[in-house]
Structure formats: C-alpha cells, structure tokens
C-alpha cells in the first residue's frame, strides 16, 4: 500500500483539506491519521480527468491529414465500425495529454456519417491498444450540417437534414421490425444483416452518442429519440444559446457532453457559439460533462475550459467534477471520477493550487501505477 498527502483533495465532489489518500490499485481509504506506509507525495489531489468526446490516436499529430482515420468514406451507416480499431497509442498527444492529467477519454468516429460507429474508452497512458481499451461505450450519430456536407462519400448522401433524419428513421424501422420478428420466433439472430443486428443494439438501449449543435436538430433528436425508445446523449449543443433548450434536456432526462468552448466558429450552425452560452447552460444545469474534440482543441486544455464556468459562479468544487465526476456517470463508468474508498486510484498529484495558472501536475497516478512523474 502506498500513499499521498493532500494538503487539498479535490474528490470530485467536495473539497477535503489535510488528508492521506492510501492505495493499492483501488483506493483503500482517506484519513487524517498518517498512514504506515510509502508517501510519494504531497500537493493538491484531483481525479484522473476524462475527456468525454475526442479524436485523439485516429487524427494523430504529427502526420498529413489525409492519413487521419475520424471518417470512414464507405457507407452512411457503419454501425460494425469501432473507434478502437483505428487508434495508434504512439500519437503525441497522448504523452500531452497524460501530463495534464488527462488519463482516460472517450474515442468515437468523426461525424460524417449518420452512423459512424461504436466510440470506446481508452486509458491514454498505455503504449499498445490492447492494454489502452477499456470498452465500447456507445454508438456515434450525427445530425445537423455534417452528414449533409460528405455528397462526395460512398452510399446514399443526404443532401438535407430531413433527407438525413429520413435515412436514419428507415435503419431504426428495419432494426426494429427485425427486432420484432426475432422476439416472436420468426427470425433468428443468424437470418438479420450485420448492420441492421448493429442498429438493433441502439433499440436495446446502447446509448447514441448524437453530434448536434443547433437547437432545432435537438428537438429532433428528442423527436426520433422518443420514436424509438432510444437512449441518447447530446454531443456539442456549441450554438445552444437559449435556456429553453437547456430545460427540454434536463425535462427529457438527456445527458450532455458539452464544448469544445474555445474552438473556432467555423460554420453556420455555429454562428450563435460562444463561450458566454455557458452562462445558459448553468442557470439550467442540465446533467453536463465538458470535451475536448481533440484535436479540434487539444487535449491537454480540458480542464483550462473550466475557467469560462468559474466566471460565471461555478464553484471549484463543482468546476472539477465536470470533468471527472459527471464524465465518469454520463459515460457509465462506476469505478472512475471521484476519489473514494473502492474507486480505481486513478489520480493527479498538483504540485499546488490547480486553479492557479502556472501551477502543473507532478504526479499522475492510473489505476495504482505512476504514469507520470515531474
């Protein structure tokens, strides 16, 4: 067993002063009493963060963007498709992002298709895909301007939002409708097309990681959501800028993985994006965690967004569980995001006030093990 002093322990929740943090793989207990055992440090003590929705190890730093895999140019819907079988754990960015604390993220396809396939969760310190894949988390959809912008990409392109939401109702159908005749005995599993079994999982309740930026492709989401029973999580909402879209989430129960707030407006469902919109979004308090989108911002800013939610009230306490406690529950990730007896030791040793801009990890423990050390 081995241990760290937190002169502050930032546990995802509350704010605890002078306590040790002892551990194994797994957190063995918090006290104030000095334990019998190694101190390998002592500082500020934060959670391992979580990116909720990257890029990272498909578009790599470093090479030519033509050799990024985001996208697959075959089909409009790739539900077999799974992020991990694209991901290089020898991109760059991982080592960035381990040092800034940042040790696990969600990885999901890029959003030119309706379906882009089955997104993952990564440790980010590991060198092969094989000890870096924790486990599939969901499915990644995409409404609004990005599947309407691929014409030149294989298969039935939607060249309207309604032509998209169209080819998406018809998947839904037939899943459904196969879903039905495999209940009833009429068709086995082995009678169904892989990508209408792959579309199946989404009416049993895999969630659908859905890109969305604009409210009125929200409140056709929550439309097509509702339809099927699905199971969705609003990725982005960037040109949310109404508390009213805010409140249809929260009242509809919809999970949000919010930002990249310090990208650049680079098209029009953009137009209203601003990181003032953040305002909003507090007053409503919606169940929200915070991305990166790396690389469209780099990983290693993730929790620099945090400063936008401070200015507008947010305590530190509550600032620091977006990126950890509330990533860890939208994602479903039980064992992550707060520092607890039983959770996985995943942490990040502060060598002082983390709120403090020239202040730095010094040590970042995952899963029991150091992965970084100053």
Not at 141 to 168: C, D, F, H, Q, V
Not at 232 to 256: M, Q, Y
Not at 262 to 277: A, C, I, P
Request: glycine share 8%; net charge negative.
């Amino acid at each position: 067993m081995r241990a760290i002093r937190a002169k502050e322990l930032y546990d995802g929740t509350t704010l605890k002063r002078d306590v040790y943090v002892t551990f194994e793989e797994r957190i063995t207990g918090i006290t104030d009493k000095k334990p019998d055992c190694e101190i390998l440090g002592e500082g500020v003590l934060t959670p391992a963060f979580i990116d909720g929705h990257c890029h990272i190890g498909l578009d790599r730093a470093g090479e030519p963007s033509n050799e990024g895999e985001a996208n697959d140019e075959l089909a409009e819907f790739l539900p077999l498709n799974r992020a991990i079988d694209s991901v290089y754990m020898d991109d760059p960015s991982f080592e960035d992002s381990v040092e800034h604390g940042v040790l696990y993220a969600q990885v999901m396809p890029g959003s030119g298709n309706i379906i882009g396939g089955r997104t993952c969760l990564i440790r980010n310190w590991e060198r092969s895909v094989k000890r870096a894949f924790v486990r599939d988390i969901g499915m990644k959809a995409a409404l609004g301007y990005n599947p309407r912008s691929t014409r030149e990409w294989k298969g039935e392109r939607p060249t309207t939002r309604m032509g998209a939401i169209g080819l998406l109702r018809r998947e839904l159908y037939k899943a459904k409708k196969a879903e039905v005749l495999i209940k009833q005995g009429k068709r086995s599993t082995e009678e169904t097309d892989p990508v209408t079994e792959g579309m199946i999982e989404l009416l049993r309740g895999m969630p659908m990681m859905v890109h969305v930026h604009k409210s009125d492709d929200i409140d056709t989401m929550m439309a097509v959501a509702a339809e099927f029973g699905l199971r969705v999580v609003a990725n982005h909402c960037g040109d949310v800028f109404e508390e009213s879209t805010w409140r249809a989430l929260k009242d509809a129960n919809i999970p949000v993985i919010y930002g990249p707030i310090d990208s650049f407006s680079y098209k029009v469902e953009l137009k209203h994006n601003t990181w003032k919109n953040v305002e909003s979004l507090m007053a409503v308090n919606p169940m929200f965690g915070l991305m990166t989108d790396h690389p469209v911002i780099l990983q290693r800013d993730l929790f620099l967004q945090l400063r936008h939610f401070l200015r507008f009230g947010m305590s530190r306490e509550r600032a620091m569980g977006v990126i950890t406690r509330n990533n860890a529950e939208i994602l479903g990730l039980a064992e992550l995001g707060t520092v607890e007896e039983g959770k996985l030791a995943s942490m990040v040793l502060w060598n002082d006030d983390p709120f403090v801009l020239g202040n730095h990890p010094a040590l970042c423990i995952g899963e029991g093990n150091i992965v970084y050390e100053e």
